[in-house]
Structures are given as C-alpha cells and as structure tokens.
C-alpha cells in the first residue's frame, strides 16, 4: 500500500461529490478542501488517472507519494484526519 496526497481544483461549476464519495469508499480522509489522503495499492499515474474519471478535462489534479517518516505539520484540521495520518505516517 502506497500513502498519496490527493489535490484537486474544480475548474467548471461541476459537483464533485462522486470523487469524495469514491475517496471516502477506498478508505480515504479529507484534510482540507480540495486535498485528501488515501492509502492504496496504485501508482500516482494509476491514481491521478482514477480521480481523473471523476472530474472534466480543465480540472487540476496533484498526486503526491507520502513515506513512513514522512515530515508533516498541521494547524486545525479535524481530528479524525490528524489521527489517520498519524497512524499511518
């Protein structure tokens, strides 16, 4: 299993509830809007090209690998997400 950011920016006046559900189904957390954290078993490639199935063709994507020991620090992020972070990085 490989821990990613998942950054996105909604560029039409689409919804994007389906990519949140989708995100909240595989096991995912929202940390801030518009970026969420996923643990799965993809590439960033293969991710990017999932969330992609979800969004139009304008809209921003970033994927980003985490490791364990990865350096991170939050301020006010919810503590469900604070906690799947730390149980994982």
Do not use: C
Request: aromatic share 10%; hydrophobic share 40%; proline share 1%.
């Amino acid at each position: 299993m490989a821990i990613y950011l998942i950054g996105y920016e909604g560029r039409t006046e689409r919804p994007y509830d389906q990519l949140q559900e989708a995100i909240d189904r595989e096991g995912g957390v929202k940390l801030i809007d518009g970026l969420w954290a996923l643990d799965v078993e993809k590439d960033a490639t293969e991710l990017r090209d999932w969330v992609h199935t979800f969004m139009d063709d304008v809209d921003a994507i970033f994927i980003a690998q985490m490791r364990a020991g990865s350096h991170w620090a939050s301020r006010h992020l919810k503590s469900s997400a604070n906690d799947w972070l730390k149980s994982r990085l």
